[in-house]
């Protein structure tokens, strides 16, 4: 048993002792690896750190090349930028007035377009203000283009405005259509076409038909001015380029003037033309009155349809009384006739006074509502008043239209009634003197046949 274990002990440790040289072996190849290894590490190190110090050497011969170029840049950008702030001093100098330049032109722009709005060649040059609008508004320098666009535009302007010129345009009519017509624009005055005459409105910037076109005399001119064959011809112009014309819109009528009168107005016009009526049938009474008088003196018989033949028929009657009763009897029939002749004359001289006073009632009427209006909105608005005086003072217009007819009317048929009363005295004293000289005679007959 012991041998056996002696054994078994023997045989193991000559295992265990090959397993350590083998593992003895192991190591000391592992370990000339890692020293072959390190040795190459160290020569790879070894030419790394020469090479690295090469590249430091030249990295920094490097550097103090580019720390010279450095200091020559900053050399330089120090002259450049002291170049830089004396340009920009000179700039500064020189830009002062090109900045006057620029600002004056902006505002000229605007200034421009602002004109051209309302006048009447944009008509015929349109886009023109939109144009100007984006150069003054523009927060850019202007460009010499666009200070040869303000150019253009301000000569353009001052050549077309001193010109007559004929273009198509559309322009708005009283009905509101659109209508494309040749137009004729006299300078900046006046413009027209063979219709009548137009008016600018800058809101649209386009040409409107008048609402009321002048009178008939002025719109003679457009013909003429279309029709004439001579090189001057005459046009009528607007000074206030056509602030006058589209006035005439606010213009009243005549037939809105004697609204304007009221019931007073009407009362005048009302009397104004009865009396007229009646003058015209007391003129033709009179008329025909003396006319069968003139017939009468030119006549043997005796007609009584005429004062003159009523008269000659008293004396026929009271011829063989004595000649103070023969007067008398033609002076009263004279007498009688002369409320006919003047019947209705002293209403026409009434009438004639009294239209002027309903005018001035009217006015008077008139004037007080008007002062009630500005007691109760005050005086703000010029255009209230003035319209309400100019209101009031309209019956005081009629009256005196009335009134200045009617008082002539009056005189010519007064002096006629008077010019037949003159004739029925001179005829009525002739006769006495005629019968007069007869008794005379007859007397004078009878004495000599007496004796």
């Known amino acids: 048993m012991k041998l056996l274990i002696i054994l078994t002990v023997f045989l193991l440790g000559n295992i265990y002792a090959s397993q350590l040289d083998n593992l003895l072996h192991q190591v000391e190849n592992e370990n000339m690896k890692e020293v072959h290894i390190d040795k190459k590490r160290e020569a790879k190190f070894l030419n790394d750190l020469s090479a690295a110090k090469k590249q430091l050497q030249e990295a920094k011969i490097a550097l103090e090349e580019q720390k010279k170029v450095t200091k020559q840049l900053k050399d330089k950008f120090k002259v450049q930028k002291e170049k830089i702030e004396t340009y920009n001093l000179q700039l500064k100098k020189n830009g002062e007035?090109?900045?006057?330049?620029?600002?004056?032109?902006?505002?000229?722009?605007?200034?421009?377009?602002?004109?051209?709005?309302?006048?009447?060649?944009?008509?015929?040059?349109?886009?023109?203000?939109?144009?100007?609008?984006?150069?003054?508004?523009?927060?850019?320098?202007?460009?010499?283009?666009?200070?040869y666009e303000l150019y253009k535009d301000y000569f353009t302007e001052i050549v077309t405005s001193g010109k007559n010129?004929?273009?198509?345009?559309?322009?708005?009519?009283?009905?509101?259509?659109?209508?494309?017509?040749?137009?004729?624009?006299?300078?900046?005055?006046?413009?027209?076409?063979?219709?009548?005459?137009?008016?600018?409105?800058?809101?649209?910037?386009?040409?409107?038909?008048?609402?009321?076109?002048?009178?008939?005399?002025?719109?003679?001119?457009?013909?003429?001015?279309?029709?004439?064959?001579?090189?001057?011809?005459?046009?009528?112009?607007?000074?206030?380029?056509?602030?006058?014309?589209?006035?005439?819109?606010?213009?009243?009528?005549?037939?809105?003037?004697?609204?304007?009168?009221?019931?007073?107005?009407?009362?005048?016009?009302?009397?104004?033309?009865?009396?007229?009526?009646?003058?015209?049938?007391?003129?033709?009474?009179?008329?025909?009155?003396?006319?069968?008088?003139?017939?009468?003196?030119?006549?043997?018989?005796?007609?009584?349809?005429?004062?003159?033949?009523?008269?000659?028929?008293?004396?026929?009657?009271?011829?063989?009384?004595?000649?103070?009763?023969?007067?008398?009897?033609?002076?009263?029939?004279?007498?009688?006739?002369?409320?006919?002749?003047?019947?209705?004359?002293?209403?026409?001289?009434?009438?004639?006074?009294?239209?002027?006073?309903?005018?001035?009632?009217?006015?008077?009427?008139g004037m007080i509502e008007t002062f009630q209006s500005i007691t109760l909105f005050g005086t703000g608005d010029p255009k209230l008043m003035a319209g309400g005086i100019s209101q009031a003072l309209m019956t005081t217009v009629l009256g005196l239209v009335v009134a200045i007819p009617v008082l002539f009317i009056y005189n010519i048929l007064n002096s006629k009634a008077k010019e037949i009363i003159e004739i029925l005295t001179q005829q009525s004293s002739s006769i006495v003197a005629e019968h007069l000289d007869m008794l005379q005679e007859n007397s004078n007959d009878y004495k000599q046949f007496s004796e």
Do not use: C, W
């Open 97 to 147: 007035s090109l900045n006057d330049l620029f600002t004056i032109a902006k505002q000229d722009a605007k200034d421009l377009s602002s004109f051209l709005k309302g006048s009447m060649t944009t008509t015929e040059f349109p886009g023109r203000s939109g144009l100007l609008n984006k150069f003054a508004n523009s927060h850019e320098n202007p460009t010499i283009n666009n200070l």
């Open 165 to 365: 010129t004929s273009y198509q345009s559309n322009i708005v009519t009283t009905t509101g259509e659109n209508k494309d017509v040749l137009v004729t624009r006299i300078g900046l005055f006046t413009a027209f076409d063979k219709n009548g005459y137009l008016y600018y409105d800058d809101s649209i910037r386009r040409f409107v038909e008048l609402q009321r076109q002048p009178r008939d005399k002025y719109l003679d001119f457009i013909d003429k001015y279309y029709n004439g064959s001579s090189e001057v011809k005459p046009a009528l112009i607007d000074p206030t380029r056509g602030v006058l014309f589209s006035m005439l819109k606010d213009r009243p009528t005549i037939e809105q003037r004697i609204k304007q009168g009221g019931v007073i107005g009407y009362v005048i016009l009302s009397l104004g033309f009865l009396t007229l009526l009646f003058a015209a049938y007391k003129y033709i009474s009179l008329f025909i009155t003396e006319r069968k008088i003139k017939q009468q003196i030119g006549s043997d018989s005796i007609k009584e349809n005429n004062p003159l033949g009523r008269i000659l028929k008293s004396f026929q009657k009271h011829k063989a009384k004595d000649i103070e009763t023969v007067e008398s009897k033609l002076d009263s029939v004279i007498v009688k006739e002369i409320p006919s002749i003047q019947s209705g004359l002293p209403m026409i001289k009434l009438v004639a006074a009294v239209a002027p006073l309903l005018g001035l009632l009217g006015t008077v009427t």
